[in-house]
């Protein structure tokens, strides 16, 4: 499906607060079971959204408004996406806006170890 916006920003200050399911269900028609509690669900969600979003848009830009998250779980899951799509994909189509240089260490340094388990996985035994 070829995008039809060229890119979309996602706050993610929305992950927190309490009417995400309301946003979420709202915006992306996204029915969000009210046992999510976790921040490792919570970025699963959003790497969800991220999916979703990619089928229209080509540029996911997740805004973290200077806001410190510093949470591996969610970062892990961001990770995932390298999982399921190609590396130069991923680079191209999600951005960071305003994020902590910590946090943004931080996903790099969990990509890296996914990328390099993937790149294990696929080796001749």
């Keep these: 499906m070829t995008p039809v916006f060229s890119s979309t920003r996602i706050s993610v200050r929305v992950f927190f607060e309490k009417n995400l399911r309301e946003a979420l269900s709202e915006a992306y028609r996204i029915e969000i079971p009210s046992t999510v509690q976790s921040t490792r669900d919570i970025g699963g969600i959003l790497r969800t959204v991220i999916e979703m979003v990619w089928q229209g848009v080509e540029v996911v830009e997740l805004d973290f408004q200077n806001e410190p998250v510093a949470s591996g779980s ?8 390298f999982d399921t799509h190609p ?25 890296k170890m996914r990328l390099e388990d993937l790149k294990k996985a696929l080796q001749p035994a």
């Excluded at 969610?74 to 996406?81: G, M, N, Q, W, Y």
């Excluded at 590396?87 to 990509?111: G, M, P, S, T, Y």
């Design 74 to 81: 969610i970062f892990d899951e961001l990770a995932k996406l």
């Design 87 to 111: 590396k130069e994909e991923v680079k191209r189509r999600l951005k960071f806006v305003n994020i902590d240089v910590w946090d943004q260490n931080l996903f790099l340094h969990l990509a």
